[in-house]
Nanobody
Framework: QVQLVESGGGLVQPGGSLRLSCAASGRIFSIRTMGWYRQAPGKQRELVATISSGGNTNYADSVKGRYTISRDNAKNTGYLQMNSLKPEDTAVYYC???????????????WGQGTQVTVSS
């Protein structure tokens, strides 16, 4: 069974920084894409950033220049460095991975349980 476990969320003041981690575990054969999404109260879940196995990245316009996504393929772990945080960044952040397990012939989406990020003074 595959699990994605996020960590690193919390309360931070405007202008501060946080680093989220997402550790994937289980019988993983290959992770194609890792990504971060977020959902604020009363809003739909939205894409924050993605990174391919080759290191190509994609960011939402709202976080460009402030967030950096990265991954450690050897550890099956993804990261999201968030700088210059704003109150509007407050949301539950979810890790996503498009991966193939040892027994699956196709790539499937997996999600973490989410971690709360609150930006407030």
């Amino acid at each position: 069974q595959v699990q994605l476990v996020e960590s690193g969320g919390g309360l931070v003041q405007p202008g501060g920084s946080l680093r989220l981690s997402c550790a994937a575990s289980g019988r993983i054969f290959s992770i194609r894409t890792m990504g971060w999404y977020r959902q604020a109260p009363g809003k739909q879940r939205e894409l924050v950033a993605t990174i391919s196995s080759g290191g190509n990245t994609n960011y939402a316009d709202s976080v460009k220049g402030r967030y950096t996504i990265s991954r450690d393929n050897a550890k099956n772990t993804g990261y999201l460095q968030m700088n210059s945080l704003k109150p509007e960044d407050t949301a539950v952040y979810y890790c996503n991975a498009l991966l193939k397990t040892n027994w699956s012939p196709v790539y499937d989406d997996y999600w973490g349980q989410g971690t709360q990020v609150t930006v407030s003074s």
